[in-house]
């Protein structure tokens, strides 16, 4: 089975920190993304990266950032947090890109910005 | 943006019976998928359907799609207390390469 793990499950932070959210994913895949979701909105795009080093911006970049140094990491940055980054933040991995596949999930890490 | 829209918002109904759930789209897509949300957790795949095919079974699941009219619907047969879950379908465009959520249905299965 496809394991795709988050660093933390819940984080508060303060307003103005430096946050770093960390996923790994097991399988080898190619592809990996970082959505928030928040309660209406359904899940938004903020980053993805096709290859280790490589990353291109989704729909909602704005005060983030992201790293993939390895194959297997993906890490979400925000290089200073404010409340409203406060959010249910998910990480995910697939196989091949152009959405052919079915995208793997974390459990998703709930920040809380004060 | 959000490409998908889900209908209902949220559906009650009793252990046995079947829940259906319905997703409008605004562009030409390459597929739509479906996934489940357990009450604070990550997402699950459940099925993948692309837009040459219009009718997909994976146990007691059943997606249907109509690229015409730019819709898909979720069918869960003789559902259960543990398919209480937020349920998402998502979208690919023709063109694009990312998928696209709606915001979701949440399902309540009562026992």
């Known amino acids: 089975d496809v394991k795709v793990t988050q660093s933390s499950r819940y984080l508060v932070k303060r307003t103005g920190e430096k946050v770093f959210l960390e996923c790994v994913q097991d399988?080898?895949?190619?592809?990996m993304f970082w959505y928030r979701q928040d309660p209406g909105l359904g899940l938004r795009l903020i980053y993805f990266s096709y290859d280790v080093k490589m990353k291109e911006k989704g729909d909602i970049p704005e005060g983030y950032s992201v790293s993939r140094e390895k194959k297997e990491r993906f890490s979400l940055i925000l290089e200073s947090a404010s409340t409203n980054q406060t959010s249910m933040y998910l990480c995910?991995?697939?196989?091949?890109?152009?959405?052919?596949?079915?995208?793997?999930f974390g459990p998703g890490t709930r920040l809380t910005v004060t | 943006s959000q490409q998908g829209e889900e209908d209902p918002q949220a559906l009650s109904i009793q252990e046995g019976e079947n829940a259906t759930m319905n997703c409008s789209y605004k562009t030409s897509i390459n597929n739509l998928q479906w996934y489940r949300q357990n009450s604070g957790r990550g997402l699950v795949h459940l099925i993948l359907i692309r837009s040459n095919e219009r009718e997909k079974h994976s146990g007691r699941l059943r997606v249907t799609l109509d690229t015409s009219k730019k819709s898909s619907s979720l069918l869960i047969t003789a559902s259960r207390a543990a398919d209480t879950a937020s349920y998402f379908c998502a979208t690919v465009g023709e063109y694009e390469n990312k998928l696209v959520f709606g915001a979701g249905t949440i399902l309540r299965v009562k026992s």
């Open positions: 995910a991995s697939s196989l091949l890109w152009r959405g052919a596949y079915e995208q793997y």
């Open positions: 399988m080898d895949h190619e592809n």
